[in-house]
C-alpha cells in the first residue's frame, strides 16, 4: 500500500514485539560462525525521528518504546541495537526493521530489502547506505520468490505487510507455503496486528494447517487512544530458531504487565 507511512507508528508497541524478537533472533543465529541471509519484503525507511511531527501527532512512540525500555537489559540484543542506532543518529533515533538487522548481523553476512514506495525506498537507500545491504524497488513478494533460497542459505526472511489491504490476508499464506517448498531450512516470520474484528483469524488458521510446528507469539495491549482499532500484535515463525519460544514467553510476561 504506498499511501502507508511508518513515521506516524514508529516506536510503538507492536513494533516493540516485532524489533525485541528480531534482534535476539539475529543475535541466536550469528552465534555460528557461518554466514547467514536476511531477506525482507516490505522494508520502509530503516530510520525514524521519534521528535518528528508523524510520530508526535499519535503518541504511539510515546506510550511504546519510551514507556518500556526499562525491561530490556543493557546487554539484550534489542538494547544494543537501540543504543547504536542513537549513537550514530542522535537521541530520538528509532531504528526499523533493516536497520536492526544491519546492526545485529557480521560483515559476512547478506541483507535483502525490498521497498516499493519511491519516497521510502530512497530514505531506505541513504539510511543503509553503510551497510553492505541489496535493496530492491519491487514488490517485496517477487523479491522473496525469486531470491529463495538465498546464498547462504541459513538466515530469516521478515514479511510484514502494511495490512491495510485486505487481499493481504489471502496472499500472504500463498508466499510463505511457496518460500518453504523453496526454502525449508530459512525461518520464515510474519508479523502482523490483532484489531477488534479479529481479521487475522482465518489466515492464522491456515498457517497453523499448513505449518504446525511453527512457533505463534502473540501480544496484546491498551489501544493507544480512544478508536483505534489495533489490540495486539503477533508474530508467527517458520522454523523458529531454539530458544526462541522461551524468549517469547519472557516479552510476553512483560507485555501482561500493561494490561
Given amino acids: 500500500m504506498l499511501s502507508y507511512q511508518h513515521g506516524y507508528h514508529a516506536g510503538n508497541l507492536a513494533d516493540v514485539q516485532k524489533h525485541a524478537m528480531l534482534a535476539w533472533v539475529l543475535a541466536e543465529l550469528a552465534r555460528k560462525p ?3 541471509s536476511y531477506l525482507e519484503t516490505h522494508a520502509g525507511r530503516g530510520l525514524y525521528d521519534l521528535g ?3 510520530a508526535l501527532k499519535t503518541g504511539e512512540a510515546a ?5 518500556v525500555e526499562d525491561w530490556f537489559a543493557p546487554d539484550d540484543p534489542y538494547a544494543r541495537v537501540l543504543a547504536e542506532t542513537r549513537r550514530l543518529h542522535g537521541p530520538r533515533a528509532y531504528p526499523g526493521s533493516p ?3 544491519a ?3 557480521r560483515p559476512e553476512d547478506r541483507i535483502t530489502l525490498a521497498e516499493l ?3 521510502e525506498g530512497t530514505a531506505l537507500e541513504d539510511n543503509l547506505l553503510p551497510f553492505d545491504a541489496r535493496i530492491e524497488r519491487r514488490d517485496g513478494a517477487e523479491m522473496a520468490l525469486s531470491r529463495t533460497p538465498p546464498d547462504p542459505r541459513r538466515g530469516l526472511l521478515l514479511v510484514d505487510p502494511s495490512w491495510e489491504v485486505k487481499s493481504d490476508y489471502d496472499t500472504v499464506p500463498d508466499l510463505l507455503e511457496k518460500v518453504a517448498r523453496r526454502w525449508n531450512v530459512g525461518a520464515l516470520m510474519l508479523w502482523y496486528p490483532i484489531l477488534a474484528d479479529a481479521r487475522h483469524a482465518p489466515m492464522l488458521r491456515r498457517l497453523a494447517t499448513t505449518f504446525p510446528d511453527a512457533l505463534r507469539h502473540e501480544v496484546r495491549f491498551p489501544p493507544v487512544r480512544p478508536g483505534h482499532g489495533m489490540e495486539g500484535s503477533g508474530l508467527f515463525t517458520v522454523n523458529p530458531p531454539w530458544r526462541m519460544e522461551e524468549r517469547a514467553a519472557w516479552l510476553s510476561d512483560r507485555f501482561a504487565t500493561l494490561r
Fill in 34 to 36: 557461518k554466514p547467514l
Fill in 52 to 54: 518528528a511531527p508523524e
Fill in 63 to 67: 506510550a511504546g518504546i519510551a514507556r
Fill in 99 to 101: 536497520l536492526v538487522a
Fill in 103 to 105: 546492526l545485529s548481523l
Fill in 117 to 119: 514506495h519511491p519516497r
